[in-house]
């Protein structure tokens, strides 16, 4: 069983960035697509950014490129998530989800997904 784990989360000020991490236990990491999601109150759950399962094939949400970067550590069992230069909009409960593929997209089945972390971004 796989068990996804994000941390990293927490409250940032507009303009100021974060790091989140998600560790990865049981399965074969390395050859699953990872991916973030999030969820604002209110608002339903919506993709940020995939990862191929090498790291080299990656998709945006057009909200957060250029400011957002995924990667991956396949020897740690963990993805990252790069936030800058955040906004308030960006406040959420991210969430980690791994695909049941070697490349993933918005539109693709997640199988495991993490308890999530909170992003509180004030203005």
């Known amino acids: 069983q796989v068990q996804l784990v994000e941390s990293g989360g927490g409250l940032v000020q507009a303009g100021g960035s974060l790091r989140l991490s998600c560790a990865a236990s049981g399965g074969i990491f390395s050859s699953k697509a990872m991916a973030w999601f999030r969820q604002a109150p209110g608002k339903e759950r919506e993709f940020v950014v995939s990862?191929?399962?090498?790291?080299?094939?990656?998709y945006y949400a057009d909200s957060v490129k250029g400011r957002f970067t995924i990667s991956r550590d396949n020897a740690k069992n963990t993805v990252y998530l790069q936030m800058n230069s955040l906004k308030s909009e960006d406040t959420a409960v991210y969430y980690c989800?791994?695909?049941?593929?070697?490349?993933?997209?918005?539109?693709?089945?997640?199988?495991?997904w993490g308890p999530g972390t909170q992003v509180t971004v004030s203005s």
């Open positions: 989800a791994q695909a049941r593929e070697y490349y993933s997209g918005s539109d693709s089945k997640y199988d495991y």
């Open positions: 990862t191929s399962w090498r790291g080299g094939t990656t």
